[in-house]
């Protein structure tokens, strides 16, 4: 493919943009895209990737949503990609659980639970985790493993229901 | 302690001795916490800022802790000390350059490190030499363990340890695998390593991470994931992972030696006979060498250079090593001058 703009040169650069719902394209050769002041990254940060996964929200209101304990919008996360404080995760939750979703293909914590926060909650993080193991282990078909996951889970419902 | 007596010593990890050390440099552990009612360092005053560290401070010193820490505010330390703790990978490039109150608690043999109000309130780390993942998790784990007793961390039963930064939420941990790969990398396989690793969503970055080149052919690979998984499934997987690196860098060491054992050979004695005898040397180039002559010492094409030397030399020879080792600030020429000198000595009756 030959550049639009010069049709002499190879086009090298791919461009795509969506502006207003429209699909834009333009093909270009390195020269003519420096002329037309396009800059290429050879530096991406994490802000550049997570710009990229977060989905331009349904209403544009949220992006005006600000938290009432740190003061950030919506849209001054999505510039910085940090949050501004613990509030975040509940203020702008919705779009976070889609976001997290996207990076690390979950939305539900499995870990670790610091021995401050209550028993209940601890219990409840466990059962989480134990179901998950439990789908694994039944996948590598060690039934062994899997009913004694089992057991420990009914142990925790049961304490969790008393 | 202070900052200048990590050059009378070096840290646990350089030693080399570590399970898999031929390819594993170092593994490293890394949780992310923040303290409970603290707004994030994002939107953080400096009077925010100053309440953190005076907060958490004496909370590192203190006897109770599994490990003794010794703590540096940065503000307090010349801009040469602020590069050497990032050239012995106790802080990162991020918290050298940040502004602000700010500080690091190191333990005594630079095996664990805590940054205070770096991206996240607090930074823990812990690495090891060679391939210890469980080792270093562990060592990790009671040190957060233990630090809960007098911190609270902000915690969400859905969403796990909050962070400032959605990449590192859930569990916090990052890991890190250090490794040297001259071999993958001088057969142009490179390539084929970084793409299947980014499919199993691992990240691929140099020596001294975020945003680094791979120097040397020394790569770091970590998990991407942080939520949704435990910390030991994460541990595990990696494990899976590690060894495939390891069979394959191994396989193309070993094809080199039998395939192009004149060409090979020639790499590493021409990288000592340099290193051992020029009057004049950049960083770069002195990695490099350095880098060939890690190659031959594990496929036994050279002897006698102990890999805790070799090791020792990619640190020590560094531009802030240097300006402190001469207690000068030194241009860019004399470092080059200086560093020669650094290398001769060091390999001179081996």
Known sequence: ?162 | MKVEELLSQSGEWLKGTGPESDVVISSRVRLARNLHRFPFLTVATPQVRAEVEKFVRPRLEEGKLPRKLVYWSLGELSAVERALLVERHLISKEHEKAEGDRGVAVGADEAISIMVNEEDHLRLQVIRSGLQLDEAYDEIDRMDTALEGSLNFAFSPQFGYLTACPTNVGTGLRISVMMHLPAAALSKQMEKVLQSLQRLNYTVRGFYGEGTQPLGDFYQVSNQITMGKSEHDIISELKKVIPEILKFERSWRHKLLEDEPRKLEDRVWRAYGILKHARRITSEEATDLLSALRLGLTLNVITGIPHKVLNELFIFTQPAHLQKIERKILDPEERDAVRAEFIRRRLEGL
């Open chain 1, 1 to 162: 493919m030959n550049c639009e703009k010069c049709h002499k040169n190879h086009a090298t650069i791919h461009l795509t943009a969506i502006e207003n719902g429209m699909k834009k394209e333009a093909h270009l050769c390195d020269e003519c895209a420096r002329q037309t002041g396009v800059h290429l990254k050879f530096n991406f940060s994490i802000s550049d990737l997570l710009g990229g996964l977060m989905e331009p929200p349904k209403t544009p209101k949220v992006n005006q949503v600000r938290c009432p304990e740190c003061g950030i919008t919506y849209s001054e996360f999505k510039t910085k990609a940090r949050l501004g404080c613990a509030n975040d995760y509940e203020v702008f939750r919705s779009e976070l659980l889609r976001l997290l979703e996207k990076i690390h293909g979950s939305t539900q914590h499995a870990g670790k639970t610091p021995h401050t926060v209550d028993a209940q909650v601890r219990k409840e993080n466990e059962l989480i985790r134990l179901k998950r193991d439990l789908e694994s282990v039944v996948k590598s078909e060690d039934f062994e493993k899997a009913a004694e996951i089992r057991d420990r889970i009914k142990t925790i419902e049961l304490e969790l229901n008393r």
